[in-house]
């Protein structure tokens, strides 16, 4: 980490943590003293505590809390309701760029584009699932769901066939055969078509990503659902928003993985697998250093524990998790 990043981000880490002893002692006069002190050292304190300042606002927390009380809050969350669906953000540091008006705008865009959004898959969805959730459900012709975390799904069952529609997330199906009505996962554009097998599905912001474990499947885009590609067991085919497709080959055995509680990474970009297991973290992961997220990681890492499945992944690199709140993983270079 270059000297000018290094201060930013101890200052961001220390401008957390006097939020906090601020929240749980908002009348001790000593600590107010040594804050002002403190906040007067440098204008990178000032500025930290300012952006630091501005993201509590945004995220509406208000609870008192002790650090080593963190886990067992970030345990209750199930029962708390979340306003936001919070991405992974990349902050690169460069000259008369704030941290804050970075993130802040991110957190202000996820209220105007996410919010909407959720609104509607509700309506739409006949099953849904929420951060850290996995479920698995049993269809009417005997096909097995698996959901993962914030997966929204509808179902379409008619006499000609079997219709899946997923609104958002991931699913892994292990299809019933049965040749008079074929099988359709509907992934916004993307239609894979199948008889009977065993494959995975995942919508995400760049389009969806098809991989199948065991049988025959087709993926098509637009106006040909049952065109397209052909994929066998191992085989991976990712449909960008254009219908433009790339195809890859892996073990077959690691296909849906995550529903026995890992994730298998193979030379993916770090801030993609941070994306991943930010859908098991209820809150914000922040990347912060040039260069950290576009590094390349392989590794299978554990679901149950996405804080310290991040600790791995940004190690490799050199890379720092930071929890300055329950809700706020920032990652740095060591």
Known sequence: MMGSEKIEADATLEAA????????????????????????????????????SAVYDVMGYADPTYEDQWPEKAAQQGSRSWPLKLPV?????????????????????????????????????????????VRSLQLEDGSLLSMGPETAIALDYTAA????????????????????????????????TVLGTAFNVHLGDEGATVSVRQGLVGVG???????????????????????????????????????????????????????????YYPGLIVLRGSGLSEQRVSGVYNLSDPVAALRAVVSVHGGVVHQVTPWVLLVTRG
């Not at 001790?28 to 630091?52: G, I, R, V």
């Not at 066939?161 to 509907?186: W, Y």
């Open 221 to 279: 885009y637009g106006n040909e659902p049952s065109g397209g590609e052909q994929l066998t067991p191992g085989d991976w085919a990712q449909v960008d928003e254009d219908g433009a497709f790339q195809r890859g080959h892996g073990p077959g055995e690691e296909v849906g993985v995550w529903t026995d509680g890992q994730i298998v990474v193979r030379d993916r970009p770090l801030s993609e697998v941070a994306d991943d297991l930010r859908r």
């Open 161 to 192: 066939e079997r219709r899946l529609h997923l609104l958002a997330g991931e699913v892994f199906l292990h299809v019933k055969p049965n040749k008079q009505r074929p099988f359709r996962v509907i992934a916004r554009n993307v239609t894979t």
């Open 17 to 52: 943590r006097w939020l906090v002893a601020l929240e749980d002692a908002s009348d001790d006069k000593d600590l107010h003293a040594d804050f002002n002190l403190w906040l007067q050292a440098s204008p990178e304190n000032a500025a930290a505590w300012a952006d630091t």
């Open 89 to 133: 953000l990349t902050v690169v540091p460069a000259q008369n760029r704030r941290f804050v008006s970075v993130l802040v705008g991110a957190l202000a865009a996820c209220l105007v584009l996410l919010m909407g959004p959720t609104v509607l898959v509700r309506l739409e969805a006949d099953h849904m699932t929420d951060t850290a959730e």
